[in-house]
């Protein structure tokens, strides 16, 4: 498995943007598939969007499509989320996530998890 260190996050007004970035330890990094969650208070943790291990493959839910950039960069062991045009109901805490394997958007399949970061959009 690998380790994972978020970064990015805080507070922002509705219509804003920001960038979360996950740093991975380890080597096989780049064998990982990589993801990102959202849990809000009083929810469950919710599937974000997800990119396959070189980059090609990469899911949207359909709340943050159009809006929100999954990206990584292997060199770096680095998966980002751009989330651009911020809404209120983007508020959660965020979280990255490692798999083998690509498909999956179910929070049980992963199996290393960042500490996660909050992330507050203002009206």
């Known amino acids: 498995q690998v380790q994972l260190v978020q970064s990015g996050g805080g507070l922002v007004q509705a219509g804003g943007s920001l960038r979360l970035s996950c740093a991975a330890s380890g080597r096989t990094f780049s064998t990982y598939a990589m993801a990102w969650f959202r849990q809000a208070p009083g929810k469950e943790r919710e599937f974000v969007a997800a990119?396959?291990?070189?980059?090609?493959?990469?899911t949207y839910a359909d709340s943050v499509k159009g809006r929100f950039t999954i990206s990584r960069d292997n060199a770096k062991n680095t998966v980002y989320l751009e989330m651009n045009s911020l809404k209120p109901e983007d508020t959660a805490v965020y979280y990255c996530?490692?798999?083998?394997?690509?498909?999956?958007?179910?929070?049980?399949?992963?199996?290393?998890w960042g500490q996660g970061t909050q992330v507050t959009v203002s009206s």
């Open positions: 996530a490692a798999k083998q394997g690509y498909g999956s958007t179910t929070a049980g399949a992963f199996g290393s």
């Open positions: 990119i396959s291990w070189s980059g090609s493959l990469t």
